[in-house]
């Protein structure tokens, strides 16, 4: 990495924890256009993808809306079969803020792997779902993952980092574990948890819960395992991920989103511009005109 980056990485971060416990400054500046992914109404601006189905097949209508919240449900399934959903907003994103409002309900499908209860997640950076071949698992991307306490007392954060198809940067080496825990405190039943990841391209991820900053990484990259069945075209190991799409998870918990909110952290800087907001952090400049 040459040097330049280096520096540009740690004024990065020591922006993003000076703000760990408050607003985003785009916020407090009033300025910002944040885009509501989930209108509280559909989810045709959404693509699903599930193991097993082709694009496009909701099984059991697995993601549905209503009461204003997207829910992710398994009373129409036969049996589970491992059948891990995505549901992947249309369009990709690079450098952004995202704010994702979730729950978890008391139901979980028991013919499901025992790591799934209480677990889902949003991904980031997530590969394109149609190069997805109709038997791949995992889509190759970055996971910040969502948890709860099982109610037995013992330390279940929330906000962490899991690596299907991925490897990224943690504490200056590519960190070999497929999951690395976030510095959160446990949260236990039905409570409503406010999630936040600050993505900065290709180099600075940041992860926040309940306004608290709770874990960071950089360097996010095609490698490591987990992820099968992938079009080995798609999958360039060492390859950076400076965009993709977003997706929330079905794994066999169901969970209930309320909140996807993205502000774009790209555009036009130059300050003449009437396009101008004052807090991108990259540049496009064809968005000046």
């Known amino acids: 990495m040459k040097k330049s980056a280096s520096t540009r990485f740690a004024l990065i971060a020591l922006v993003m924890l000076s703000c760990s416990s408050q607003k985003h400054i785009a916020r407090v500046a009033g300025q910002e256009d944040w885009i509501p992914l989930f209108n509280g109404k559909d989810i045709n601006d959404w693509i699903v993808k599930i193991h097993h189905h082709e694009i496009g097949d909701n099984y059991g209508r697995t993601f549905r809306v209503e009461d204003g919240l997207i829910k992710v449900r398994y009373d129409e399934y036969d049996h589970f079969n491992n059948r891990f959903g995505h549901l992947y907003f249309k369009q990709p994103f690079s450098y952004y803020h995202l704010v994702v409002e979730y729950r978890f309900t008391g139901i979980w499908r028991e013919d499901a792997p025992e790591y799934t209860i209480k677990n889902s997640g949003v991904m ?31 330390p279940r954060p929330t906000g962490n980092m899991c690596s299907p198809g991925t490897d990224v940067v943690y504490k ?10 976030s510095s959160s405190p446990t949260y236990e039943g039905e409570q409503w948890i406010r999630a936040e990841a600050i993505v900065l391209g290709d180099s600075l991820i940041t992860h926040i819960i309940n306004g608290d900053t709770v874990l960071q990484y950089t360097r996010p990259q095609i490698g490591g395992g987990v992820a099968n069945n992938y079009d080995p075209k798609i999958k360039i190991d060492g390859k950076l991920l400076s965009s993709g799409f977003i997706a929330l998870q079905s794994e066999g918990q169901e969970i209930d989103f309320r909140k996807v909110e993205l502000l774009n952290l790209e555009g036009c800087m130059d300050p003449q511009s009437k396009h101008y907001k004052s807090y991108y952090i990259r540049n496009v400049s064809s968005a000046c005109e």
Do not use: Y
């Not at 590969?127 to 109709?134: A, F, L, N, S, W």
């Not at 200056?172 to 825990?181: A, E, L, M, S, V």
């Open 124 to 154: 980031l950076h997530a590969q394109d779902p149609r190069t997805m071949p109709r038997e791949q698992d995992w889509p190759i991307s970055v996971e910040m993952q969502f948890l709860a306490g099982l109610g037995d007392g013992k």
């Open 172 to 181: 200056g080496r590519i960190d070999p574990r497929h999951c690395i825990n």
